[in-house]
């Protein structure tokens, strides 16, 4: 008895420390400290793979396609890629924290707090007035806005997932930083979190005809500030000045500039190792593609799941998780800010949830 409280003591600790490593890593970029994290998570991992290896045994035949695709890239082009290292290791790390959050209730309140006293750091920074741009001398508002945004979405999964209650507040909170961030991807993203939450947060609680009052209600107050709504939309969208167009070209030349070479080399392994440039950006600005230069012909699994996962969401009820899901791959579609990231566990979580939990679901009606 006393041997798993210890065990379950430790395992609570693993799992705070390691994501809170990741937050941190979020304002240093430094190795050690993801290394550090993944070391951690991995350790979880191992547990999980010991006591629930058949709940969890497509994870794992997952993580080993994972191991034997870096090392076949390996052998191919004859060099150890640090950065795909790396990248198997968050993955492993963020499959132990996920299966973590799925497996003990504690993770919710662990969560919460990590989250409070993120946010409360960013808010007394902010109030002293300074910036998002100057939060990190590593990493942008951009990257900030994300990270905030998967961060929300790890707490309303978790504590969803073992009370059956919607939180709003990390969606209005999100929306908030994303709105002072500026950043365009973050806020449809966030914009969408926080109505979807709010639809299926109240939805049930009123009839149609209410409902139809509360729709007619908002388009009405729409109209009324119309002006001031366009003026708001017009400055975000072209960031008050600092973009000359509202849609970006650097994006398109970027992934038109990835497929410009592509053979079946490239479609099975990925862009090789080391660094690549593609249309004048390291940075691919897609989740997707990175995760394919990186490991290859994985990446046609990875969608099969994503659709599968959602066309479950969606005809077992699963409407919160369904949205959740959306709002992950809207956003990385934009960024290169996870499937190859320290916050993947995030991802994980959610499809995680969306199979595990059997508990009644909301029926919007």
């Not at 693993?14 to 941190?24: A, D, E, N, P």
């Amino acid at each position: 008895m006393l041997g798993n409280k210890v065990l379950n003591v430790f395992l609570q600790f693993c799992f705070s420390l390691s994501v809170s490593l990741t937050i941190i890593y979020f304002f240093y970029r430094e190795s050690i400290i993801i290394i550090f994290a993944s070391i951690i998570g991995m350790l979880i991992c191992i547990y999980f793979m010991y006591v629930r290896f058949n709940k969890y045994k497509y994870l794992f035949i997952y993580i080993f396609f994972l191991i034997l695709l870096f090392l076949l890239k390996t052998l191919w082009f004859q060099e150890v890629n640090s950065v795909s290292l790396n990248f198997v290791m968050m993955t492993i790390m963020s499959i132990g924290l996920s299966m973590y959050v799925v497996e003990n209730k504690k993770s919710v309140n662990i969560l919460k707090f990590i989250y409070f006293v993120f946010t409360l750091y960013v808010t007394i920074y902010l109030l002293l007035g300074n910036t998002l741009r100057d939060i990190s001398e590593v990493s942008s508002e951009n990257f900030f806005s994300a990270m905030f945004l998967f961060l929300s979405i790890l707490v309303v999964t978790a504590n969803y997932y073992w009370s059956s209650k919607i939180l709003i507040y990390p969606g209005i909170l999100t929306l908030i930083v994303s709105f002072i961030a500026l950043t365009r991807s973050s806020i449809i993203a966030s914009l969408l979190l926080f109505l979807l939450l709010i639809f299926i947060k109240f939805s049930y609680r009123f009839n149609k005809a209410q409902l139809i009052i509360i729709f007619l209600a908002v388009i009405t107050t729409i109209l009324i500030f119309v002006g001031k709504i366009e003026d708001l939309i017009f400055n975000v969208l072209y960031r008050y000045g600092t973009r000359s167009s509202f849609i970006e070209s650097q994006r398109l030349n970027i992934w038109e500039d990835y497929f410009s070479d592509f053979d079946i080399i490239k479609f099975i392994f990925g862009d090789g190792t080391g660094e690549h440039v593609y249309g004048g950006f390291i940075n691919l600005h897609n989740s997707y593609l990175m995760y394919h230069q990186t490991f290859g012909i994985l990446i046609i699994g990875i969608i099969i799941l994503f659709v599968v996962s959602m066309v479950y969401a969606f005809y077992s009820k699963k409407y919160t998780y369904a949205i959740l899901l959306t709002v992950l791959l809207v956003r990385i579609g934009f960024d290169e800010v996870m499937l190859v990231w320290a916050y993947d566990y995030v991802l994980i979580t959610v499809i995680l949830c969306i199979y595990l939990d059997k508990k009644k679901q909301i029926k919007l009606e």
